[in-house]
Every structure is written in C-alpha cells, then in structure tokens.
C-alpha cells in the first residue's frame, strides 16, 4: 500500500514538473529566473465572491546556467512574493503561506528511471534547471468577497527579479444553491490558516440549513479541538458518524472520522474528561 502511495505521489509530482517546464517557456525571464503561476490548479477559475482562492508560485532557472540563491532562513523566498494585476496595481490582500516551500528536483533512478525528489525550499538557490522551488499559497473568503464582479487578471512578481504570466480570476455573485459548498471551503480554508474561530462559524452557519450534513460536523468537531474544548469535539464527530449510519451522509470515507473518534476518546480519558458519549461506535463499521 505505502509503495503504491509513494509510486502515485511521484507521478503527480512529475505531471507537475512537466507542466511547469511546458508552461515555463511562455513566462517572463529576468536575470535567469522564471516564474510561473497556477490558481486554482491552472491558468484560470470562476469563483463566488466569499470563496476561497488557491494559488501556486513555481520558481525556477531559465538555463543551464542559471545561477542565484533568492531569500534567506529569516526572509524565506516566498516572502519576496506580491500579487499584481496586469495594470500593475497590487492585489486587494497579501496571500497568506498554506503549506512550506518545497524544492523538487527531477533526476534518475538506479535504473534510468525518471525520479522525483523533495526537500525543503525555504531558500531558493537556483542551480541552473536541476530544481523547481513552489509553494502554495491562499487568498482568504474574506478578501473575496469585496471583489469586483468580473474577471481579474493578475501576475506573480517575485522581488528578487521575475512575473509570471497573468491567470485570470472571474469572480461571480454568490449562488443560494451553491451556499453549503461555499461555507464547506471557507470552513476548510479557515482550518488551514489556524483561524479555528471563524472556520467553526462558518460550519455553525452551513448546519444551520443542513443539521444532517457530516462534513459540517466535521468541520465543526476539527475547529472545536483546535480551539481546545475536546468534548463538544467529540459529540460532533459522534453525530457525524450518526448520520452516516442514518444513509443521510455523502461523507463516503468513515475511517478518518473514526480514526478522529478513538483519538479523541483517549485523550479526553488519560485527562480525566471522557463521557459516556459513544460506548461502541466507534468500534462498529458503518
């Protein structure tokens, strides 16, 4: 199983090279360096105003020769990073950091096999073409939401030299119907930014309509940890797990949700504060 896992990882992170490296060409060098943009998982995206934005920020050299070493261990690369529409204007908000930089390099196997290696990317030190350098970043609900309706284009300039070709955002009125999805990612979104508070609102609000929906009980029992009241984590965890018995749940993957329950459950026992809650769900398949 692990074998299959690291075998899948490696191709998704080699699709992504090459599409870097086909993308690439068409981008802006400057001093040797290329920087390209992806939102959304691409060129462009429609969004709802109040949806979170995801981007991604790939540096690499434009030849074998390129030679730089961009940002610090005090100042990472990524940093260096601003978000500009094509007239030249900055974007409403700075991007927030989801996840570390990465670096990953493309060589070979013992067997001549395309291989793909990752490590640490907080510093940018370009090396000719060897390596790519990437990092994710987002763009929260809350700036979104006052955008203009209509499409954006905007570019990544890194400061240390390089922008990217522009990807268009094209930003739409909320949808009624559309409303749980669009609670469900802010509420993901809040998750990852360590803002626990208004990601247990945004769930709170999206069960209001849908008191049956496991993903919000969810959400809501991973804010409510977060935020330190296990207890109440866990009732939601056990009515999530609920409705999915019920038949009501499109929750298809139980296993985290238990694995989250029996974690849980023995924490709140080694501190003293466990309750009757779920003497054997957690231990039933649904």
Known sequence: MWKFLAIAAGVVMLSIVLWFARTAR??????GLIVSLRVNGGTETTIERGEPLLLEVFVAGHSDTAD???????????????LRSDDGRPFPA??????????????????????????DGTVARVDGRRHMFSVELGVSPTVTRDLSVGAHRIRAVLDAGGTSMPVTIQVIEPVASNEAKRLERASRYYLRT???????????????????????????????QRMGDGPRALEEYIKALRAFKAGRAFYEDHEPLLDR????????AKAGKSRPLHASSS????
């Open 26 to 31: 068409h981008a802006t060098p400057v001093e």
């Open 68 to 82: 730089a070493q961009i940002g610090s261990a005090s100042t990472p690369w990524f940093r260096l990073i601003s």
């Open 94 to 119: 700075a991007p927030t950091i989801l996840s570390p930089a990465r670096r990953v390099t493309l060589g070979r196997d013992r067997d001549g096999r395309p291989a793909v290696e990752e490590s």
């Open 194 to 224: 360590g803002q626990h508070v208004e990601a247990r609102d945004a769930a709170q609000v999206l069960l209001k309509n849908r008191p049956d929906d496991p993903g919000g009980r969810i959400l809501l029992g991973d804010a409510l």
């Open 261 to 268: 329950i029996r974690l849980l459950e023995l924490g709140l």
């Open 283 to 286: 231990s039933e398949t649904p």
